[in-house]
Nanobody, 115 residues
Framework: QVQLVESGGGLVQPGGSLRLSCAASGITFRIYTMNWYRQAPGKQRELVAT???????NYADNVKGRFTISRDNDKDTAYLQMNSLKPEDTAVYYCNAKYSLNIYWGQGTQVTVSS
């Protein structure tokens, strides 16, 4: 049984910070590429950040310099540190794990940036 469980979402003021966590079970976590996606109301789901098994990262242009993706293979957990948050970052954030043909999704966690 594969499970990805996100946590850390919530309400934050513009300019604030949040750290999202994605705890994985049922997979060989260290070999998986981990991704964070987000979907705002009425918008298409977009890829926010990627971290491969060797540790290399990629970011969407609109979060580069503000967000940091990381992973702790000893804890089977991926993270998304979000700084300098803007109202346009408001979305449901989804954790995703990929290896070969295997793709798994978490249920999502709401992030709301508002004053």
């Amino acid at each position: 049984q594969v499970q990805l469980v996100e946590s850390g979402g919530g309400l934050v003021q513009p300019g604030g910070s949040l750290r999202l966590s994605c705890a994985a079970s049922g997979i060989t976590f260290r070999i998986y590429t981990m991704n964070w996606y987000r979907q705002a109301p009425g918008k298409q789901r977009e890829l926010v950040a990627t971290i491969i098994s060797a540790g290399g990262t990629n970011y969407a242009d609109n979060v580069k310099g503000r967000f940091t993706i990381s992973r702790d293979n000893d804890k089977d957990t991926a993270y998304l540190q979000m700084n300098s948050l803007k109202p346009e970052d408001t979305a449901v954030y989804y954790c995703n794990a990929k290896y070969s043909l295997n793709i798994y999704w978490g249920q999502g966690t709401q992030v709301t940036v508002s004053s």
